[in-house]
């Protein structure tokens, strides 16, 4: 009599990283599990700051140099002037910097130029990268992103593929944007005193998040300078070296410049225009953005739905999240735990995408790309084998000193 089979037992789906390989997962918890990490030990240095002209170039400068803010201003300012005459502009500027150097290439640039030392840190990154990881707990909108990321030298970089793309697909869902967006920049243009020939000003700052260094590009908007009466307070600090093997004209004449340190107090300014009801969900995303680039000042200006500004106001950044009901150090915390993750994850000399898909999956999603080795440019790859093999030379002649 043959044997009766018992039931057959339930076999449990494998994780969703074992269907499929080269895809990792990173569980986003709430932010009570992160709250505990202490966001005050963060503390950003600058170690250089940098202007760009109007054809992209990269201008080592002091902070002072960058745009000051404007202390009387005459509200109301209707923001909808020059909205038209701006979008036409900003086509046609893209068509001719087509070929010149996206913004992520740009703290590249500087780091060759700067001939900064790599060995000090872990990540590299825009700061925007970082403050939408962080702000994914608090998002209403649950905003997708994705960036990519690669392992060269033991260092990770990360930047956003292509950030004109994004704005274009928030444009796309909701055609008011267009308009939003411009209204940041007509009041940012005229709270400040720019020169025309400089199109942004960046701050390189280094500090640690979590375990890791990370190296951190910023854009500032504003400074407020307390000029010094003496003479002699600006001085010369370093002679820059224009890069190795490198066919951009503007970095040759660097061998014939100086880069300029100032000992004035320069108090950096964040700037952000909303309707007065949305400032409470707008203080989480402006504090964590300026609070990762040490910036001081956070200035709203506060806006009614036709585009017109009536009143400012000043807030201190290391101030508000004592007032807020969001947790700073959650925010920090979940930035800490993702870039943990990703050191395990991410292969020397490979690269993928980190991408968060939105409300529908709270998760963020790194897949790697087996058939792509590193992104970085040749020129950036040229100057840091040219740096290693210096040290090391210097190193053999030191030995035999």
Request: net charge neutral; glycine share 6%; proline share 4%.
């Given at each position: 009599?043959?044997?009766?089979?018992?039931?057959a037992?339930?076999?449990?789906?494998?994780?969703?990283?074992?269907?499929?390989?080269?895809?990792?997962?990173?569980?986003?918890k709430?932010?009570?599990?992160?709250?505990?990490?202490?966001?005050?030990?963060?503390?950003?240095?600058?170690?250089?700051?940098?202007?760009?002209?109007?054809?992209r170039?990269?201008?080592?400068?002091?902070?002072?140099?960058?745009?000051?803010?404007?202390?009387?201003?005459n509200?109301?300012?209707?923001l909808n002037?020059?909205?038209?005459?701006?979008?036409?502009?900003?086509?046609?500027?893209?068509?001719?910097l087509?070929?010149s150097?996206?913004?992520?290439q740009?703290f590249?640039?500087?780091?060759?130029?700067?001939?900064?030392?790599l060995?000090?840190?872990?990540?590299?990154?825009?700061?925007g990268?970082?403050?939408?990881?962080?702000?994914?707990?608090?998002?209403?909108?649950k905003?997708?992103?994705?960036f990519?990321?690669?392992?060269y030298?033991?260092k990770?970089?990360?930047?956003e593929?292509t950030p004109?793309?994004r704005?274009?697909?928030?444009?796309?869902?909701?055609?008011?944007c267009?308009?939003?967006m411009?209204?940041?920049?007509?009041?940012?243009?005229?709270?400040?005193s720019s020169k025309?020939?400089?199109?942004g000003?960046?701050?390189?700052?280094?500090?640690?998040?979590g375990r890791?260094?990370?190296?951190?590009?910023?854009e500032?908007?504003?400074?407020?300078?307390?000029?010094?009466?003496?003479?002699d307070?600006v001085?010369?600090e370093?002679v820059?070296?224009?890069?190795?093997?490198?066919?951009?004209?503007?970095?040759?004449?660097?061998?014939?410049?100086?880069?300029?340190?100032?000992?004035?107090?320069?108090?950096?300014?964040?700037?952000?225009?909303?309707?007065?009801?949305?400032v409470?969900?707008?203080?989480?995303f402006?504090w964590?953005q300026?609070?990762l680039?040490g910036?001081?000042?956070?200035?709203?200006?506060?806006?009614?739905?036709?585009?017109?500004v009536?009143s400012?106001?000043?807030?201190?950044?290391?101030?508000?999240?004592?007032?807020?009901?969001?947790d700073?150090?959650a925010?920090?915390?979940?930035?800490?735990?993702v870039?943990?993750?990703?050191?395990?994850h991410?292969d020397?000399?490979?690269?993928?995408?980190l991408?968060?898909?939105?409300?529908?999956?709270?998760?963020?999603e790194?897949?790697?790309?087996?058939?792509?080795?590193h992104?970085?440019?040749?020129?950036?790859?040229?100057?840091?084998?040219?740096?290693?093999?210096?040290?090391?030379?210097?190193d053999?002649?030191?030995?035999f000193?």
């Amino acid at each position: 009599m043959a044997k009766r089979r018992g039931k057959a037992k339930h076999q449990p789906n494998p994780p969703r990283d074992e269907r499929h390989p080269g895809v990792n997962h990173y569980r986003i918890k709430s932010p009570k599990v992160y709250s505990s990490y202490p966001y005050t030990s963060y503390e950003p240095h600058e170690v250089g700051c940098f202007q760009t002209d109007i054809e992209r170039n990269v201008l080592p400068c002091s902070s002072d140099m960058f745009p000051r803010f404007e202390s009387n201003i005459n509200l109301p300012i209707d923001l909808n002037e020059g909205l038209e005459e701006y979008y036409e502009r900003k086509g046609m500027d893209s068509n001719r910097l087509a070929s010149s150097l996206p913004l992520w290439q740009r703290f590249l640039k500087w780091i060759t130029i700067s001939d900064f030392d790599l060995s000090s840190v872990d990540f590299v990154a825009r700061r925007g990268i970082l403050k939408y990881i962080g702000h994914t707990l608090y998002d209403f909108y649950k905003t997708p992103w994705l960036f990519k990321v690669c392992k060269y030298n033991g260092k990770i970089y990360m930047y956003e593929p292509t950030p004109e793309d994004r704005c274009k697909s928030i444009v796309k869902k909701d055609p008011q944007c267009r308009k939003y967006m411009y209204w940041g920049k007509k009041f940012e243009d005229t709270v400040t005193s720019s020169k025309e020939e400089m199109s942004g000003s960046y701050r390189m700052v280094r500090s640690n998040v979590g375990r890791y260094k990370v190296l951190l590009g910023a854009e500032v908007d504003a400074v407020r300078v307390q000029e010094r009466e003496e003479s002699d307070d600006v001085v010369i600090e370093k002679v820059l070296q224009g890069c190795a093997d490198c066919s951009v004209e503007h970095c040759k004449l660097l061998n014939r410049c100086r880069y300029y340190s100032s000992d004035n107090a320069t108090e950096l300014i964040e700037i952000k225009t909303c309707v007065k009801r949305q400032v409470k969900n707008k203080t989480s995303f402006g504090w964590l953005q300026s609070y990762l680039a040490g910036v001081k000042t956070l200035i709203f200006g506060f806006r009614d739905n036709e585009g017109l500004v009536h009143s400012m106001e000043e807030y201190n950044v290391k101030e508000v999240p004592l007032k807020a009901d969001w947790d700073g150090g959650a925010m920090f915390g979940l930035i800490s735990g993702v870039l943990n993750w990703l050191n395990q994850h991410v292969d020397e000399g490979c690269s993928g995408t980190l991408q968060y898909c939105g409300a529908e999956r709270h998760a963020i999603e790194f897949r790697k790309n087996d058939h792509e080795g590193h992104f970085l440019p040749d020129w950036f790859t040229k100057h840091l084998l040219s740096k290693e093999n210096r040290m090391k030379s210097a190193d053999l002649n030191g030995s035999f000193m």
